[in-house]
Each structure stands twice: as structure tokens, then as C-alpha cells.
């Protein structure tokens, strides 16, 4: 990904729309309930098996997994 000028970024969108603009790709995400010793914990990868790869994955407290479709 190259660094953008700066003046590049006065001429984005108040809102960018995250793939076009910006060149996230947007990925679907599995979570699984879990546990970790004797708390709770959720295990969240890519959906696709063939993106997950050792260091694809994240291991979270179930408090801090948010849809973010629900946080608008």
C-alpha cells in the first residue's frame, strides 16, 4: 500500500467508504465461545479456512466482540 500525500487526504470523504476509498477488504469473521483455563473467552478467525494462517486469529473477552453494524 503506498502513503498518500497529504493533500491527498483533504480531497477524501467526511465518511470514506472503507473498500473503495480507503483499500480495506472487508472480511467475514467466525466467532467461537470458548474458554481459557476458567474464563470465558471467544476465538475470532476468518471464515474462509484458507485465509487463516498463524498469526490470522485473535483470542478476546466475549465483552470486547461488537458487531459493528450495531454500534451506528
Known amino acids: 500500500m503506498s502513503t498518500a500525500e497529504p493533500t491527498e487526504w483533504r480531497d477524501m470523504p467526511l465518511h470514506p467508504d ?4 480507503l483499500s480495506y477488504e472487508l472480511l467475514e469473521l467466525e466467532v467461537i465461545q470458548s474458554t481459557c483455563g476458567s474464563r470465558e473467552c471467544c476465538i475470532v478467525m476468518p471464515d474462509e479456512k484458507d485465509m487463516l494462517r498463524d498469526a490470522t486469529f485473535m483470542v478476546v473477552e ?3 466482540v461488537t458487531d459493528p453494524i450495531e454500534m451506528i
Open 18 to 21: 472503507l473498500e473503495d476509498d
Open 62 to 64: 466475549p465483552s470486547l
